[in-house]
């Protein structure tokens, strides 16, 4: 008498968890690789309150590194091609704090809006969430396509220029030779008083480098203390 053998319910059954298990995430965010840090940020919500259409809002979003690796982020994107998050590509060090820029163009925006920026880091979870809120009302020109065009940086005489560029977005302060080996401690602030980055240094060991290429066309402050000495504000600016 011919016989036929079934195929294990039991076998198939692991055949289908473990392909339901190799399965691509539809819409999961991906895991951090390596070690994780914490960021934390003085504010995650701006609200621009309510503006005319074509006006183009600048925030700077101040955080800080208050774990124990280095924080490096990845990636930073907006809800929409209308807002455009630009942010510091060298990692952050534990202590450390930094900032990012996001610009909200109004053009052919109207009514209430909440712009939402991803950033992705080596973070628990990888992503955090920005947003921008406000009502956007119709302006005089909302019908006409003009450029818009952002106001030039005013430059101090006492300052020295940076063009953010792929040859020239870093601002490097040089230490004199009786600043090696002593500690000391950098604080960036804009014109307003925003802080956009803080670093202390154990011993300085040459010239001290920060990006800048995401900062705001603005004049900056960076106040410098070289161990126990009085602290030294030099100025800077930068320039679109």
């Given at each position: 008498?011919?016989?036929t053998?079934k195929?294990s ?7 289908l ?21 914490i960021?934390?940020?003085e ?5 621009f309150g309510?503006?005319e259409e074509g ?48 610009e ?58 940076i ?22 401690t950098?604080?960036i602030?804009?014109?307003a ?48």
């Amino acid at each position: 008498m011919k016989t036929t053998s079934k195929p294990s319910v039991w076998l198939i059954a692991v055949l289908l968890s473990f392909l339901a298990f190799n399965l691509p995430g539809q819409g999961l965010p991906p895991a951090a690789a390596g070690p994780t840090t914490i960021m934390e940020f003085e504010a995650m919500e701006y609200d621009f309150g309510t503006i005319e259409e074509g006006t183009v809002v600048s925030q700077v979003y101040t955080f800080t590194n208050t774990g124990d690796e280095p924080l490096i982020l990845s990636n930073a994107r907006g809800s929409c091609g209308c807002t455009v998050p630009q942010w510091p590509h060298e990692p952050i060090l534990p202590g450390e704090t930094a900032s990012l820029t996001v610009e909200f163009n109004s053009r052919n925006k109207q009514g209430k809006r909440v712009q939402k920026v991803t950033l992705t880091a080596n973070t628990d979870p990888p992503q955090t969430f920005l947003y921008l809120k406000g009502e956007v009302m119709p302006g005089e020109d909302a019908a006409s396509d003009i450029a818009i065009e952002k106001p030039a940086a005013e430059i101090s005489p006492d300052c020295f220029a940076i063009y953010p560029n792929p040859t020239a977005e870093i601002l490097k302060l040089k230490m004199e030779e009786s600043s090696l080996g002593q500690p000391a401690t950098i604080a960036i602030h804009s014109k307003a008083g925003q802080l956009m980055a803080r670093r202390e240094i154990k011993a300085v060991d040459g010239p001290i480098e920060f990006s800048v290429a995401h900062y705001p066309a603005g004049t900056y402050i960076a106040n410098v203390q070289v161990g126990e000495r009085k602290p030294e504000a030099r100025c800077f600016v930068v320039v679109e």
